[in-house]
């Protein structure tokens, strides 16, 4: 087989999607990263091709990273509930450690379920 040199569009897609990521991970928000495709010659609709795959896979990595959240709250929860029942059968003057702890569980799971679900 013999190898097949990229088309012009392939080539211009390439570097679109290079320019994009470089310009992103380097701070910089869809205007600057549409003006300066624009600049370089790229057509529109490749820009906003380009853009909006790179807001959906921000948007999926925001996911990921409030289920990561959410499960350990929860687990933090769990534990402030154990630790609140040991508590209030060995230790009676100890109960303020775990209610914290269910409260913040809470509040990271609560907070982490409103990301995860797109609000």
């Known amino acids: 087989m013999e190898n097949q040199e990229p088309t012009t569009d392939e080539t211009l897609r390439r570097k679109a999607y290079l320019e994009a990521m470089r ?7 869809a205007e600057l990263i549409y003006a300066r495709l624009d600049k370089q010659g790229i057509p529109e609709p490749l820009i906003l091709q380009v853009l909006g795959n790179m807001q959906q896979e921000e948007t999926k990595i925001v996911k990921e990273k409030s289920a ?5 709250g929860i687990v933090f929860f769990g534990v402030g ?7 209030v059968f060995f230790f009676s ?3 303020v450690i ?4 269910i409260l913040i569980g809470l509040i990271m799971a609560i907070l982490s379920w409103k990301n995860r679900k797109g609000h």
């Open 68 to 72: 990561d959240l959410f499960a350990f």
């Open 81 to 87: 509930v154990v630790v609140l029942l040991a508590s």
């Open 93 to 95: 003057n100890i109960i």
């Open 23 to 29: 310009l992103y991970q380097q701070g910089a928000d």
């Open 98 to 101: 775990p209610f914290g702890m």
